[in-house]
């Protein structure tokens, strides 16, 4: 059964930083994506950034433009970790934010959460004005 945990969220004031970190058990990334979405009151949930390996494209991150610059994801393939540095928080990254990951290798829409087939239980970000 494959389990996706988040942990890192919590409140922080803008222009401050969290990191997030996704453990992933009975899953092991070696090809396809790994990702991470948010969602907030009355918005769809939106792609944030995806880490992308096959053999086509090599490995590849993908960010969505609102966080270009300000957020960073990497893996840690040892540990079977994904995370997800954010800094230079603004008011609107408040959010539930959830880790996901595909079966599949082949995820050319990497940040469309229907790619998507194993989803986190989310955790919270508040960031504060």
């Known amino acids: 059964q494959v389990q996706l945990v988040e942990s890192g969220g919590g409140s922080v004031q803008a222009g401050g930083s969290l990191r997030l970190s996704c453990a992933a058990s009975?899953?092991?990334?070696?090809?396809?994506?790994m990702g991470w979405f948010r969602q907030s009151p009355g918005k769809e949930r939106e792609g944030v950034a995806a880490?992308?390996?096959?053999?086509?494209?090599?490995?590849?991150?993908y960010y969505a433009d609102s966080v270009k610059g300000r957020f960073t994801i990497s893996l840690d393939n040892a540990k079977n970790t994904v995370y997800l540095q954010m800094n230079s928080l603004k008011p609107e990254d408040t959010a539930i934010y959830y880790c996901?990951?595909?079966?599949?290798?082949?995820?050319?829409?990497?940040?469309?959460?229907?790619?998507?087939?194993?989803w986190g239980q989310g955790t919270q970000v508040t960031v504060s004005s």
């Open positions: 996901a990951a595909t079966r599949a290798n082949y995820c050319p829409r990497t940040l469309t959460s229907s790619s998507y087939n194993y």
């Open positions: 880490f992308y390996s096959f053999y086509t494209v090599g490995n590849r991150t």
């Open positions: 009975g899953y092991t990334y070696s090809s396809g994506c």
